[in-house]
């Protein structure tokens, strides 16, 4: 399972440069969450804590100002 998680990482623009053992330290350290329709992984003002990659469905900027 910890294959499949280093490959979608390792397709992410996000870590794009990102050495092997670096990449593969990360993966080793990530938790896979998965959430609800509707749910929020994190709110505005939120401390940085983590990061999160989206594998699978879309998500929503709540904050965007709408004309």
């Given at each position: 399972e910890?294959?499949?998680w280093l490959n979608v990482a390792r397709r992410a623009?996000?870590?794009d440069g990102m050495a092997e053992p670096d990449l593969v330290n990360m993966v080793r350290?990530?938790?896979?969450t998965t959430a609800d329709d509707g749910a929020y992984f994190f709110m505005?003002?939120?401390p940085a804590e983590r990061t999160f990659?989206?594998?699978?469905?879309?998500?929503?900027?709540?904050n965007i100002d709408r004309i």
């Open positions: 910890s294959m499949r623009a996000l870590f350290a990530a938790r896979v505005q003002g939120d990659l989206l594998v699978d469905g879309k998500a929503r900027d709540d």
